[in-house]
Nanobody, 124 residues
Framework: QVQLVESGGGSVQAGGSLRLSCAIS????????MGWFRQAPGKEREFVAS????????YYGDSVKGRFTISRDTAKNTVYLHMINLQPEDTAVYYC?????????????????WGQGTQVTVSS
């Protein structure tokens, strides 16, 4: 059973940076990809970024391109989200997700595994 545990959230001022981590517990992850979504109050969950586990192909949502970087460490079974130049509109709960198959990465329901989320708050 794959379990995902996020960490690294917190409060920063606009222009600041944070690095989120997602530790994959259980068997070594052998799925297809890992990703990050976020959900702001009153809004739907939004695709942020993904990385394929074997080939390290990365994809980003339009709102974070150029500011966020996703990476993965297969030895540590961990995926990261490095965020720079954070803005108040980045305030949300950030969720780590995993999937066993390819497909449309921005579609929430295609992801199988989910973490509990970590709060990121950006003040102006």
């Amino acid at each position: 059973q794959v379990q995902l545990v996020e960490s690294g959230g917190g409060s920063v001022q606009a222009g600041g940076s944070l690095r989120l981590s997602c530790a994959i517990s259980g068997p070594a992850f052998r799925g297809y990809a890992m990703g990050w979504f976020r959900q702001a109050p009153g809004k739907e969950r939004e695709f942020v970024a993904s990385v394929t586990w074997a080939n390290y192909n990365t994809y980003y949502g339009d709102s974070v391109k150029g500011r966020f970087t996703i990476s993965r460490d297969t030895a540590k079974n961990t995926v990261y989200l490095h965020m720079i130049n954070l803005q108040p509109e980045d305030t949300a709960v950030y969720y780590c997700a995993g999937r066993d198959y390819g497909g449309v990465f921005a579609v929430e329901y295609e992801w199988t595994y989910w973490g509990q989320g970590t709060q990121v708050t950006v003040s102006s």
